[in-house]
């Protein structure tokens, strides 16, 4: 990742919609064509009814026509001036649209510190679509 | 809404993914300064996992900058033959998004029937930020 | 409902977990048999994984044997001082578990203020599983 | 876990409300006192509204004064002849309700198969209440 874009993915943090936590997220999901999806939370008055920034970023991708299994790269950043891990409900989700040999990097705000893994290593054994199928 | 601008909605049904309920959705959301945001579903292994297209439309629309409460309409159409009323959880998501008089509008999916609703129809009372801040 | 009852709902209140919003919330459903269960709300570090109080009672009576579309009343009430209205994704869970003649009645925490919906005020139109059946 | 309590785990399947998957799932929650829930999941018209049984089972227990990280095991089974992981969203919910080495059992359908997980096994990192506080 240039620094050219890890500027615009800090950037993003600021749109994100954290009245209640002040915990700001922001996601870049890229496919194996290069195409980027950006994503920031957004809190609700009703908690439960928010959603992260990373699946904000993935969901958003599916109107332009992406296909599930074909996202080969998901950064995740925060202002919490540390790494922050994906929640499982954003890994769950993640588990669909990504590779199997994607990469999930986590940024500290500052750039400095980052974290790699694979999905596996997210969400061992995990639920797949194969699971619900074989029934 | 333009005949041109129904069919690029409708045409979106094709990106929804559903492979378990067959039930495709597609939404468009459109706020104060005539920004648009479509969406669809996305189905997941874990059933309680997935995202209807209401709340992909309206989700995607925040990294972009827009604020809560700007939206002034938003279409939704399914590949039901028939109107399909939201769900109760993106109803709670949209009374964040939208503006007080702004309509939801359900169409069939040859346009040919319609239904207009206030927020306030759809979602009588509601649970909103100033209840929460009342606390 | 009598004093003893309203009672014993009120006192429920106690163990909900909301130590981000301190909002506490919590529900009675009796069923046509007059079973009853009870939930609270139960927040999470990742807020959009929390549950409210309502779906936390619904969602509990299935492990016994209850079946979908049987309850006739729900009752709400939270630490607010006012009326709480549900959010919307209890209501679609409401709309499941619900009898179509049902009672959802708000009650202040003093319990001197009622309201009473049906779920059709609740929640009009609504997503019926006869809708994805119909497909 | 004795054969009589997997007879009993295995008979709650008969309990969860499938109707769209057919993929029925029972859990088994214990805390550090012995005290026991049970849950099953349940479907909903609109897919993303239901509830996974892991979730459902510990949900169930807030309103029965029962604290967070206080539960040592959590037995699951489905009518999917082997071993079903459970959902990134219920591993979430879980991190909040299960001791730190509390144990994650997985058991096929004829309790034949079995599989032993920590929490740190099943969400890696995670996102913990101090990730929150910390703000």
């Known amino acids: ?11 993003k943090l600021d749109y994100a919609y954290a009245p209640y936590s002040k915990v700001k997220v922001a996601a870049l999901a890229i496919d194996a064509k290069c195409n980027k999806f950006y ?16 699946r904000a970023a993935l969901f958003s991708s599916v109107v332009h026509g992406i296909e599930m299994g074909t ?22 989700v993640m588990s669909q649209f990504l590779e199997n040999d994607a990469k999930i990097i986590l ?7 980052e974290k790699v893994f694979t999905m596996e290593e997210m969400l061992p054994g ?3 679509s194969e699971d619900i199928i074989a029934k």
């Not at 990742?1 to 950037?11: D, G, P, Q, T, Y």
């Not at 940024?107 to 510190?113: G, I």
């Open 1 to 11: 990742m240039e620094l050219k874009e890890k500027e615009i993915l800090r950037k």
């Open 126 to 128: 995990g639920v797949k």
């Open 71 to 92: 996202f080969k790269e998901i950064h995740i950043i925060s202002n919490l001036n540390k790494i922050l891990y994906p929640c499982g409900a954003c890994r769950q």
């Open 39 to 54: 994503g920031v939370n957004c809190e609700n008055a009703a908690y439960p009814s928010g959603l992260c920034a990373e």
């Open 107 to 113: 940024h500290s705000t500052d750039f400095l510190e």
